[in-house]
């Protein structure tokens, strides 16, 4: 095959594939290279590094053998593909590990036996980018949503026809108990593109909380004109779902607006998603009043915000309660995730009797450090003190408001320093008292490493041995916090 007849195939190939010519020359480039590599291992045993040069305007080539530069201690490892860095230096004294040494070598004729080699080389990279192209037209698209035709199902999950793109949907990525089949169109959100996968190169969900902001964008005019504002959501996948909502436009009612006219909007995207309750949340810059919002139906008598821990604890009549947590928790914990806080359900009785046992805790906690009687003692509680770092360290004036005399209030704040002196000892001392190992675990705090102490806990094994709910109670955590450091703690067991 002449030069003029490698340019007039590349171009035909070209055309009738839609794609570069570059492609096609380079698919040419590498079936040379693989038919000369042939050619040399046959004639003299050598596994040769080929590289050939094609040049774009005349069709003519040259060929390379390489090796791969490597460092001298290292040595040959596959000596006719590899060179160590001084030998190659001596032709090339600029020449670096990991660069190539190329020696031109005889070029084999492209005839028949070499247009039959390249055949399927081309063939296949003309397959990769036109499925590339493909993919790139299908994502300069911008949409976030595809939708199909499902074509089949396979172990991974189902295969979804989308003009010429194949997407798909992974079981794990379909909602419960949803029944789709051969022939239904199926719409998801694109969570990945993988151009090196071998079967489908986007995947898609029916699951992920995205797919359900762009549902309600779909469907709701006024977020697409900016006036509406989905901030977050969270799903509990074919049961229940929770979205926050905030009007940038103050005279549109953010919740109206969603559920439409007669519900026509919200049920629009509910028939989506297999008839998944859906609950709309006004979002609210006050961390308690979103929590408040998100808990909806239920109605909050109380609220009470420990920003410290990210724990809001909410009290609700008895009637209120059902309401409040959900079926198998499912509202409070989908209000959790939506509010990025902690939140506790106490009845009004339940948080009374919290009240009165962290009351009496303070009350023991005076009495028995400031020494002094149950008049002073009441006197403090009923001011709103509530530790004796308070009653150390605030103004002197804040406690001349409680009425109690000059002398009476530089005992009291003398003994609470002492009280506190005392304690940071004691601390230390239990702290000196644990294991090493203990002490050096990630997320274990001096705070912790004392509280922990206190119950007799100095060692790996003190800890490993714990539940997870006996944790909680001896330390201020959560619950993911608890199993974590319980989980470290018992690494050793298994190394």
């Not at 001084?86 to 190329?102: G, K, R, S, T």
């Not at 504002?229 to 049961?239: F, K, T, W, Y």
Request: proline share 3%.
């Amino acid at each position: 095959m002449s030069n003029k007849e490698v340019l007039i195939l590349v171009d035909v190939l070209a055309r009738e594939k839609n794609v570069d010519k570059n492609i096609v020359f380079a698919a040419l480039e590498l079936a040379l290279a693989s038919a000369t590599k042939k050619r040399h291992h046959k004639q003299f045993n050598e596994d040769l590094d080929v590289r050939i040069e094609m040049d774009r305007q005349t069709g003519e080539y040259t060929s390379y053998r390489r090796w791969l530069v490597v460092p001298n201690e290292q040595g040959l490892q596959v000596p006719d593909k590899e060179i160590l860095l001084f030998e190659a230096q001596e032709d090339l004294p600029e020449i670096e590990v990991n660069d190539f040494l190329e020696e031109e070598i005889e070029s084999i004729e492209f005839g028949r036996i070499g247009a039959q080699a390249a055949k399927q080389v081309i063939l296949q990279k003309i397959r990769e980018a036109e499925r590339e192209q493909v993919i790139n037209d299908f994502l300069e698209r911008d949409d976030k949503i595809a939708m199909g035709v499902v074509k089949r199902a396979d172990r991974f999950g189902l295969i979804i026809e989308s003009g010429k793109v194949e997407l798909l949907l992974r079981r794990e990525n379909m909602i419960p108990k949803e029944n789709i089949r051969a022939g239904d169109r199926v719409r998801g959100y694109i969570i990945k593109v993988d151009k090196e996968a071998r079967g489908p190169h986007i995947e898609i969900s029916r699951t992920s909380p995205e797919f359900l902001i762009k549902l309600f964008e779909n469907e709701v005019p006024e977020i697409q004109q900016g006036l509406l504002q989905i901030v977050s959501a969270v799903r509990d996948p074919g049961l229940r779902a929770k979205i926050s909502v905030r009007a940038i436009d103050k005279k549109i009612d953010p919740i109206g607006t969603c559920v439409g006219m007669r519900g026509s909007r919200v049920t629009s995207v509910r028939s989506e998603i297999c008839n998944e309750a859906v609950d709309i949340v006004v979002w609210a810059d006050e961390p308690a009043q979103y929590v408040i919002n998100s808990l909806s139906p239920a109605q909050v008598k109380s609220i009470l915000v420990d920003e410290e821990t990210q724990t809001i604890e909410v009290v609700v009549d008895e009637q209120e309660l059902a309401i409040a947590i959900g079926r198998n928790g499912q509202n409070v914990k989908l209000a959790s995730e939506l509010t990025g806080w902690k939140i506790d359900i106490l009845t009004s009785e339940e948080s009374e009797q919290k009240q009165q046992i962290e009351l009496e805790k303070v009350y023991n906690l005076f009495k028995s450090n400031l020494k002094v009687d149950d008049e002073v003692v009441s006197l403090l509680l009923d001011n709103g003190f509530n530790s004796l770092e308070e009653i150390a360290y605030v103004p002197i004036s804040e406690l001349h408001e409680i009425g109690l005399s000059d002398d009476d209030l530089q005992i009291v704040r003398s003994r609470a320093r002492e009280a506190l002196l005392t304690i940071e000892l004691v601390a230390e001392e239990n702290i000196d008292n644990t294991n090493v190992e203990l002490r050096n675990i990630d997320g274990i705090t001096p705070d912790i490493l004392s509280t922990l102490a206190s119950q007799n806990i100095n060692s790996l094994d003190d800890l490993a041995e714990l539940s997870t709910d006996e944790l909680i109670e001896y330390v201020d955590i959560n619950e993911e916090q608890a199993k974590a450091l319980i989980l470290k703690a018992r690494e050793h067991w298994f190394n």
